[in-house]
């Protein structure tokens, strides 16, 4: 994939002109704020805690950027607006302007003869929209960034001043809170968790363990399975006992996604991490599985040890890594099913995460008829509801307007199936379905496993 021609990165070619055509009208303008604070403390408090995240590595990036533009065109909010304002390097101005005026080397210099302006009230309005609603963390700039330079993780660390700056989307605030205070941003108790895994195991005939004392493997689950696609807990059950693993859900770390990395509270983030951490030291397992959940991934997998504040005792692990692994090493076996598939890469799984692999090895087992998307794996395009977006009722028209991008790869491919391994896309992607009266459908790599698993696969 390296070796794709990146001149075909905006996708221009492949997206309907006649949509192009159709001038594009800015977001209605709307700036929610958390609490009672005046302008001036909210202002300090960004500033603060924008302050707090920089070190070397943040100031490499912040003085390395060349201003080529590659990354405007790796940006799907970019490409399908042609807004000047969605530029990736555009959206963490803010926190660059502290950098340089609060701490870079020539940080008394700039403040001296006024060439970085001090951040005002209406630029954290105005940069609200940019750093929430435009922007699904999913890491595409990064990639191409000539520079190295690690955009989303510098939106994402932008994400933290903003938070404790009460400046946040109002929807993605309450349901990050919601997270904090019930362990679940959709309100999900143990008892109801308990009860919709009781249902499943009925519905589906499968032995599903439950606050097992000791077990080699702890799964947990998505509030977007739990609460939308509750067969996701059935498939998961069928696949890890047909690989005969000892295995266990707990009703004292079930729920994997982190809104509190999402809205930017890093106090929020670790509690959620740490209730699953707490969970797998508990019953003393050697590999935590994470649902079909991107940003779940990227929390756990890639930052947990770092909420945990040493190395993680037990392997992590994507469903996706877990089902190639399982097939590959014979754990489990699966019939060929009698169709073409093509397969929608979570950005946190894939381009952040590493795994682009591991469902390409799932897929070929199931079927000989993969179909790639152009520019997929690791230089797919998001669906345009990470990073909290799909929350943001105001960020809608925007959302699927960049969608376009993931119809037109799909629909190149005509393959008869359409899977991915994130409940958070599928949801994006049903919304839009809907929304478009599209005719694809989006469905679940590990339940398209567990409905084609061999009876003797163990």
């Known amino acids: 994939q390296g070796g794709q021609d990146m001149t075909t990165v905006d996708g221009r070619h492949e997206i309907d002109r006649e949509a192009e055509r159709i001038a594009y009208k800015p977001p209605e303008v709307r700036h929610d704020k958390q609490g009672d604070m005046g302008s001036e403390e909210r202002i300090n408090k960004a500033m603060h805690n924008f302050v707090k995240n920089f070190n070397t590595q943040t100031a490499s990036y912040l003085d390395g950027c060349l201003h080529c533009g590659m990354c405007a065109d790796a940006c799907h909010f970019h490409v399908r607006t042609d807004d000047p304002r969605y530029t990736p390097i555009w959206k963490i101005e803010l926190f660059k302007r502290t950098y340089k005026r609060q701490v870079g080397p020539f940080a008394f210099f700039y403040r001296l003869v006024g060439l970085k302006r001090k951040v005002t009230i209406e630029d954290l309005e105005e940069w609200q929209h940019l750093i929430y609603d435009s922007c699904t963390v999913c890491g595409r700039c990064s990639l191409v960034c000539p520079m190295g330079i690690d955009i989303a993780g510098l939106v994402s660390m932008a994400r933290h001043g903003m938070f404790k700056a009460g400046l946040i989307p109002h929807e993605l605030h309450e349901v990050a809170k919601k997270a904090a205070e019930t362990g679940s941003p959709l309100g999900i108790t143990p008892d109801k968790f308990e009860d919709r895994a009781e249902w499943m195991a009925d519905e589906h005939d499968v032995e599903i363990p439950m606050d097992v004392d000791q077990a080699d493997v702890l799964a ?22 047909a690989a005969g693993e000892s295995w266990t859900f707990r009703t004292d770390g079930f729920e994997a996604t982190n809104f509190g990395m999402l809205s930017g509270n890093p106090d929020w983030q670790k509690a959620a991490s740490m209730k699953l951490i707490d969970a797998a030291v508990k019953i003393g397992a050697k590999t935590l599985v994470l649902p079909e959940c991107g940003h779940a991934y990227m929390a756990l997998r890639w930052m947990g040890a770092n909420m945990y504040g040493k190395p993680l005792p037990f392997k992590v692990l994507h469903i996706s890594e877990y089902l190639a692994d399982a097939l590959n090493t014979g754990k489990i076996k699966v019939k060929k099913i009698d169709k073409s598939v093509t397969y929608h890469d979570p950005c946190q799984v894939s381009r952040r995460g590493g795994a682009t692999k591991a469902a390409r090895d799932v897929i070929n087992h199931l079927t000989g008829d993969f179909r790639e998307m152009p520019l997929g794996g690791d230089y797919n395009w998001c669906c345009g509801g990470g990073g909290g977006v799909v929350t943001i009722t105001r960020a809608d028209p925007l959302r699927h307007r960049v969608f376009k991008l993931k119809m037109d790869q799909v629909e190149t491919t005509e393959a008869d199936e359409l899977i991915s391994s994130c409940a958070n896309c599928r949801q994006s992607f049903d919304d839009s379905q809907q929304h478009f009266g599209w005719d694809y459908t989006m469905g679940s790599l590990m339940e398209m496993v567990a409905e084609n698993l061999e009876e003797d696969g163990s």
């Open 220 to 241: 947990v689950m998505s509030s977007i399975e739990i609460q939308k696609y509750p067969q996701s807990i059935a498939a998961t059950a069928k696949i890890l006992n």
